[in-house]
C-alpha cells in the first residue's frame, strides 16, 4: 500500500538553530512530491514541491528539500529558524493516478 | 482571485444528526477534494471530485458522501454522526487535478460531536 511516513510528530528548535523535518514515503513508481505548512487556525499552503529535474528544491521562506529517490525520502530543511515557522508540516506525495497523500505531520516549535 | 472558501467555519452536532459542509473552489479550478484531518492522524484523504463525477475515494464508511455541481461547488455529508468524526475537514482545490498540480486549501469546516 501507498504511504507516507513523517518520522517526527514533534520537533523542537531554538531560534536560529537549523532544522530538518523528515518524510519517507513507499512508492515502486514515479512520484511528486510536495511540502505543506499549516498555521494555527489556517488551511494549508504549500512550501515547495518536487516534479522532476533538480534533486534540491527550494521553496518560500528559506526551505529547501531534497528528493533521495533510492531512499525514497524527501526531507524538509532550514539552516536558521524564526519564531515565525512554528507550524506544522506536512509531506505529500502525488502519484500518477492523481491520488494524493499526506503524512501524520511534524509539529515544528520555535522556541527563543 | 478569492481563494477556497468552506462554510461553515464552525459545527456543533450531536451523535445520530448528520451534516452538509460546503466548499467553493478558487474560480476555474474544476476539481475538488476533501481531507479529514485529525491530531496524530494528519490528512485522511476522502474523495475527489472533478467536473460533477467523483474520481478517486479514500477508505471512509459510506455514511461520508459528497457531490460536485455545475459551478464547481462542492458539498460534502455525514450521516448518522458518531463522537470519532470529530475533526477538522478540508477542502482543497485544483485546476484540472494533475498530479503535478498544487492543492489550495481552505480554511476548514471544525465539526465537534458531541
Known amino acids: 500500500a501507498q504511504s507516507v511516513t513523517q518520522l517526527d510528530s514533534q520537533v523542537p528548535v531554538f531560534e536560529e538553530a537549523p532544522v530538518e523535518l523528515r518524510c519517507n514515503y513507499s512508492s515502486s513508481v514515479s512520484v511528486y512530491l510536495f511540502w505543506y505548512v499549516q498555521y494555527p487556525n489556517q488551511g494549508l499552503q504549500l512550501l515547495l514541491k518536487y516534479l522532476s529535474g533538480s534533486t534540491l528544491v527550494k521553496g518560500i521562506n528559506g526551505f529547501e528539500a531534497e528528493f533521495n529517490k533510492s531512499q525514497t525520502s524527501f526531507h524538509l530543511r532550514k539552516p536558521s529558524v524564526h519564531i515565525s515557522d512554528t507550524a506544522e508540516y506536512f509531506c505529500a506525495v502525488a502519484y500518477n493516478n492523481n491520488d494524493m497523500r499526506f503524512g501524520a505531520g511534524t509539529r515544528l516549535t520555535v522556541k527563543p | 482571485k478569492a481563494g477556497v472558501t468552506q462554510t461553515p467555519r464552525y459545527l456543533i452536532k450531536t451523535r445520530g444528526q448528520q451534516v452538509t459542509l460546503s466548499c467553493s473552489p478558487i474560480?476555474?479550478?474544476?476539481?475538488v477534494s476533501w481531507y479529514q484531518q485529525t491530531p496524530g492522524q494528519g490528512l485522511q484523504f476522502l474523495f475527489e471530485?472533478?467536473?460533477?463525477?467523483?474520481?478517486n475515494k479514500g477508505n471512509f464508511p459510506g455514511r461520508f458522501s459528497g457531490r460536485q455541481f455545475s459551478n464547481s461547488r462542492s458539498e460534502m455529508n455525514v450521516s448518522t454522526l458518531e463522537l470519532g468524526d470529530s475533526a477538522l475537514y478540508l477542502c482543497?482545490?485544483?485546476?484540472?487535478?494533475?498530479?503535478?498540480?498544487?492543492?489550495?486549501f481552505g480554511s476548514g469546516t471544525q465539526l465537534s460531536v458531541l
Open positions: 471530485y472533478f467536473s460533477e463525477t467523483q474520481r
Open positions: 482543497a482545490s485544483r485546476p484540472t487535478g494533475k498530479a503535478n498540480e498544487k492543492l489550495f
Open positions: 474560480s476555474g479550478h474544476r476539481s
